[in-house]
């Protein structure tokens, strides 16, 4: 059985096994010890009502620099927004159109003109944390827009946005951005804030900016009962840790990181696709649904990204390798370690087997996590 095939097979196998379990949850929610089954942070049901982190941190303080991490900085307040104050005046220039994003007090506004007419818009959300760039969400006649330019941390600039066509536009509302059509804009609010988007309704009159622990937890009212009640730790909040680690990268995080399960779409977004982690990794030969591939055996969602640590890195790869040294050590001897030894050095797993792949259009170089040996020269594996 080819390696494709397998993966493909792995695939189909845990969406109906994803499905069937989302079936019983809709049946029985808690489990025994009143622990909750599933939660899936885009499908909050239509009753839920969320207590905000103070309420965690009341607890879980070890987890106050969550607030510092990349998914709580998911959505930028504009009024508070450091991107957006420390660069006041952005500017760009597309054919016959002018662009100028511009900072006035606590608001910023998002203007394009083509010499005769000009539309300005305020920027309503900012979406990203700015480490690579920032996208902005605007509204127009009713209607929600995708701002065709996007900031871009690396130029310090404007730029067109990731996927956007990279041409001169054929209106000046062209050139204000993309509609968005009103299942896109509940998808973006899902997975760059809190309590946006609870049941089918988009509720902007109150949500919660970025990425929050109930997020990912589910609602914390129970939970905080129970435990103020004296009831086990566990009642009434759900552990994404307890998920198998194809349950947890395939279907928990690639909700909003996307995965296997929309292979047509990414692998017609070509090199885009390095961005989503979850299919990337689906790819590597070592994939499987061992918690030690997931995507926390990695990266403690609770913290900031560790970047420049290949140490920390080495560490998670020798969970399941060994390097050569040990196995010369033990080679012969009752003691011999499994796993694989890479004759090729024994630190910085990542430089070699996960390489940095640029993508001009984001400005970026994103760590791809199709876990391969890279020859020298290879085309992007797609």
């Known amino acids: 059985?080819?390696?494709?095939?397998?993966?493909?097979?792995?695939?189909?196998?845990?969406?109906?096994?994803?499905?069937?379990?989302?079936?019983?949850?809709?049946?029985?929610?808690?489990?025994?010890?009143?622990?909750?089954?599933?939660?899936?942070?885009?499908?909050?049901?239509?009753d839920t009502v969320f207590v905000g982190d103070q309420a965690c941190l009341d607890c879980h303080k070890k987890f106050a620099s969550f607030n510092h991490s990349g998914m709580a900085?998911?959505?930028?307040?504009?009024?508070?927004?450091?991107?957006?104050?420390?660069?006041p005046q952005l500017t760009m220039r597309v054919g016959a159109y002018s662009y100028q994003i511009k900072r006035d007090g606590k608001q910023s506004f998002y203007s394009v003109t083509d010499g005769k007419d000009t539309i300005t818009l305020p920027i309503l959300y900012a979406l990203g944390q700015g480490k690579m760039g920032q996208t902005y969400v605007l509204q127009h006649e009713g209607k929600f827009y995708e701002s065709l330019v996007s900031f871009y941390a690396e130029p310090k600039g404007l730029d067109f946005t990731i996927g956007a066509p990279r041409m001169e536009p054929r209106s000046l509302l062209d050139a204000v951005g993309r509609v968005l059509p009103p299942n896109e804009v509940s998808n973006c609010f899902s997975c760059h804030a809190l309590g946006a988007v609870v049941g089918s309704q988009l509720r902007l009159d109150k949500f919660t900016h970025g990425i929050r622990c109930e997020s990912c937890?589910?609602?914390?009212?129970?939970?905080?009962?129970?435990?103020?009640?004296?009831?086990?730790?566990?009642?009434?909040?759900?552990?994404?840790?307890?998920?198998?680690?194809?349950?947890?990268?395939?279907?928990?995080?690639?909700?909003?990181?996307?995965?296997?399960?929309?292979?047509?779409?990414?692998?017609?977004?070509?090199?885009?696709?390095?961005?989503?982690?979850?299919?990337?990794?689906?790819?590597?030969?070592?994939?499987?649904?061992?918690?030690?591939?997931?995507?926390?055996?990695?990266?403690?969602?609770?913290?900031?990204?560790?970047?420049?640590?290949?140490?920390?890195?080495?560490?998670?790869?020798?969970?399941?390798?060994?390097?050569?040294?040990?196995?010369?050590?033990?080679?012969?001897?009752?003691?011999?370690?499994?796993?694989?030894?890479?004759?090729?050095?024994?630190?910085?797993?990542?430089?070699?087997?996960?390489?940095?792949?640029?993508?001009?259009?984001?400005?970026?170089?994103?760590?791809?996590?199709?876990?391969?040996?890279?020859?020298p020269g290879e085309k992007f594996p797609n």
């Open 1 to 46: 059985m080819n390696q494709t095939f397998k993966q493909h097979t792995l695939a189909v196998v845990a969406l109906v096994l994803t499905l069937l379990a989302a079936a019983l949850v809709m049946l029985d929610p808690l489990s025994a010890s009143g622990q909750v089954r599933r939660w899936n942070p885009r499908r909050v049901p239509p």
């Open 73 to 87: 900085m998911a959505m930028e307040q504009v009024g508070e927004s450091k991107i957006l104050t420390e660069n």
């Open 217 to 375: 937890h589910g609602p914390g009212g129970k939970h905080v009962e129970a435990v103020k009640a004296g009831e086990p730790g566990s009642t009434g909040i759900f552990d994404p840790g307890l998920l198998s680690g194809d349950e947890l990268t395939q279907q928990f995080c690639a909700s909003c990181h996307r995965g296997a399960d929309e292979f047509a779409l990414l692998k017609s977004m070509e090199i885009n696709n390095v961005r989503f982690q979850p299919y990337r990794i689906f790819h590597s030969k070592c994939y499987s649904d061992d918690r030690k591939i997931s995507c926390t055996a990695c990266h403690n969602p609770h913290e900031p990204l560790r970047e420049n640590a290949p140490a920390y890195y080495d560490k998670r790869c020798l969970e399941c390798h060994t390097l050569k040294s040990q196995t010369a050590k033990a080679a012969g001897g009752a003691g011999a370690t499994a796993g694989s030894s890479c004759p090729v050095a024994e630190k910085d797993c990542t430089s070699c087997h996960m390489p940095k792949i640029e993508v001009k259009a984001a400005h970026f170089n994103f760590t791809d996590h199709y876990i391969r040996i890279v020859r």
